[in-house]
C-alpha cells in the first residue's frame, strides 16, 4: 500500500521487479536509470546481498499527475532471484503497489520461470496480496538472443505459460538493447496510477 508523506506532499509507491535468478532484473532497472536520468531525483543504490545484487531507486516521473494533490513517487526494486534467498524476496515485497514479472525468453529457463511466478504468488498472498488482481506487467525478456540462434521460447508459448490466467499486460523485450524496456515500466505506472486512483477516498 502506497505511503503517503503529507510533509513533502508526496504518496510513494512501490514497484518490484520480480522474476528467476538472472532473467534480467537489474539489467532492466540499470537501463532505466541510465536512460532516464532526467526524471531520478535520488542516485541509484545498490544493495550488495550474498552473491546477488539488489537495487533500488527511486525517482519522480514527470507526467504521473498528482493524486489528492500529492506528488507521487515511485520506488523501483529488483529481489534476489535464487531460491535461497526467499527471505529477502519476501521482504523486499512488504507493501509493494506494482509489480513487473520478467521472464527469461531461454527455453531451458522454463522450469524456472514458472517456479518463480508461483513463488511471487505465495509471497504476495502472505502479505494478503492477490496476484490476480494486483497491477501486475509481463515482461518477455532476452528476445535479442535469437538472432544469437539459441532457443528461445514464442511469444505465444510464453502467453500461454505464464499468462493464460493472469492476462496482464505483456511486452516483448531485451533489457540488453532496451528493446520494451520502458514501454514495460510506463504500462506498469500507468496500471499502479490507476489501481491508487481507484482506491477508496484518492480519487
Ligand atoms: N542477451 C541478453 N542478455 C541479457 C538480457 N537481460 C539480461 N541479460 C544478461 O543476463 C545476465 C543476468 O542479468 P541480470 O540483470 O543480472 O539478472 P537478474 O539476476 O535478474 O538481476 C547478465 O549477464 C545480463 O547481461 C537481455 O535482454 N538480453
Ligand atoms: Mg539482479
Not at 520480480?18 to 540499470?30: A, S, V
Request: hydrophobic share 40%.
Amino acid at each position: 500500500m502506497a505511503i503517503i508523506n503529507l510533509k513533502k506532499r508526496e504518496v510513494e509507491c512501490k514497484i518490484v521487479y520480480y522474476g528467476p535468478g538472472r532473467c534480467g532484473k537489474t539489467t532492466n532497472l540499470e537501463y532505466v536509470f541510465r536512460n532516464s536520468r532526467r526524471l531520478m531525483t535520488d542516485e541509484m543504490v545498490s544493495i550488495k546481498t550474498k552473491g546477488d545484487l539488489t537495487i533500488f531507486f527511486d525517482f519522480v516521473p514527470m507526467d504521473a499527475g498528482k493524486i489528492k494533490g500529492c506528488d507521487v513517487r515511485f520506488q523501483l526494486y529488483t529481489v534476489p532471484g535464487q531460491v535461497k534467498y526467499n527471505s529477502t524476496r519476501k521482504l523486499v515485497l512488504k507493501g509493494v503497489d506494482g509489480v513487473v514479472f520478467v521472464a527469461d525468453s531461454l527455453k531451458i529457463r522454463h522450469e524456472k520461470n514458472i517456479l518463480s511466478l508461483k513463488n511471487l504468488a505465495e509471497n504476495l498472498k502472505g502479505y494478503g496480496l492477490n496476484i490476480m488482481t494486483l497491477p501486475l506487467v509481463m515482461q518477455w525478456n532476452k528476445r535479442d538472443l535469437a538472432a544469437e540462434g539459441l532457443p528461445l521460447m514464442t511469444i505465444e508459448e510464453m502467453e500461454h505459460a505464464y499468462n493464460r490466467q493472469l492476462k496482464a499486460p505483456s511486452f516483448q523485450a531485451s533489457a540488453m538493447t532496451g528493446q520494451g524496456i520502458n514501454d514495460t515500466l510506463k504500462a506498469c505506472l500507468v496500471q499502479t496510477l490507476r489501481s491508487l486512483r481507484k482506491q477508496a477516498g484518492w480519487e
